[in-house]
């Protein structure tokens, strides 16, 4: 069994009277990538800054690489680094002068290059931070959290605002941490991101866990729906096909049996020689499995 980074057990935070985190139960194995999802509010932030130790809990037991991070002890900072979606870097500053700043409050950093080639900004290494472009900043903000080669890395939201280039780019230097060993524990809005880096993920809404899993798990958990889309034939589908006609003259059909659908349909097609143009088969992603789950979530609450 793969050893535990962070295990979290009943956790609750109250800001006065209103309970932000509602009994959190968490464990991240060691080298894992874990993104925290969950709407605005739910409490992740919370969360992670009570496993950073930069928020008191109000109960619950928290361990994090063997510590208590509400005891604030400096070996345990050291073993930790922290990419908030703001960083202050002094600006005027190049690359490797930040990075090699960041190394000094470390006692066992990593080299300025190794770092820089693994945030992959070695061809920036020299030019002033104001001249990075926002995705070349967030890479120093990852650099500096590498800096003194902690064992954990917090990523809070690492690509948001990115064009979809940078994202690439940005879940490539993500890959590159796992494959040093490094866990590393994400929030993100992002339901493809998580898709396509976590090893597990934990959806949190107003302050609880509603579901946890490799991404794969979750979608074979939940009650999902595959999508089949081509475009209106100009002949009548058949009656048993339930399907619904899109704006832009699709055919959309929703269903929890695709393969008897698609047999019905494609034969359909067949015998009649009618051509389904554009036929797509569309399996439900994360962000179905996350919008079906948050939703059910909160009308259980209303109720
Ligand atoms: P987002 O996705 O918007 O960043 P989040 O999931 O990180 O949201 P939190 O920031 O943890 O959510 O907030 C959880 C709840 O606690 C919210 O209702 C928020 O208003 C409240 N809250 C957070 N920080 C404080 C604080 N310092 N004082 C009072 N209430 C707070």
New binding site residues.
């Given amino acids: 069994m793969a050893a535990k980074a962070i295990e979290v057990s009943g956790l609750h935070k109250s800001?006065?009277s209103?309970e932000?985190?509602r009994g959190v139960d968490l464990v991240v194995d060691e080298g894992d990538v874990f993104a925290l999802l969950?709407?605005?509010?739910?409490?992740?932030?919370?969360?992670v800054e009570i496993l950073e130790g930069h928020r008191h809990r109000s109960s619950g037991t928290v361990s994090v690489l063997d510590h208590d991070p509400g005891k604030g002890e400096p070996t345990y900072k050291q073993r930790i680094g922290i990419v908030l979606q703001e960083t202050g870097v002094e600006r005027y500053l190049t690359v490797a002068e930040a990075v090699d700043l960041y190394r000094g409050y470390y006692p066992n950093p990593l080299g300025v290059d190794e770092v820089i080639e693994i945030v992959g900004l070695t061809d920036k290494r020299d030019e002033r931070i104001v001249k990075l472009s926002g995705g070349q900043q967030r890479r120093l903000d990852v650099a500096v959290g590498l800096a003194g080669d902690p064992d954990l890395l917090f990523l809070d939201e690492p690509t948001t605002g990115f064009d979809p280039s940078a994202r690439r780019g940005a879940w490539e230097m993500i890959r590159n941490l796992k494959s040093l060993g490094k866990t590393v524990l994400l929030?993100t809005?992002y339901m493809d991101e998580a898709q396509a880096l976590a090893d597990r993920v934990a959806i949190?809404a107003a302050?609880k866990i509603i579901a946890e899993g490799p991404p794969d798990g979750l979608l074979q958990t939940a009650d999902t729906i595959t999508t089949i889309r081509f475009v209106k034939p100009s002949a009548e589908l058949p009656p048993a096909i339930s399907y619904r006609t899109t704006e832009t003259g699709f055919c959309e059909i929703s269903t929890s049996e695709p393969v008897a659908i698609l047999n019905e349909l494609t034969g359909w097609a067949i015998q009649n020689s009618v051509d389904l143009a554009g036929l797509s088969v569309a399996r439900p992603t994360l962000e179905d499995v996350y919008l079906q789950l948050v939703r059910a979530s909160e009308k259980g609450k209303d109720q």
């Fill in positions: 800001y006065g209103h932000a985190v969950g709407p605005n509010g739910a409490g992740k932030t919370t969360t929030t809005h949190i302050g």
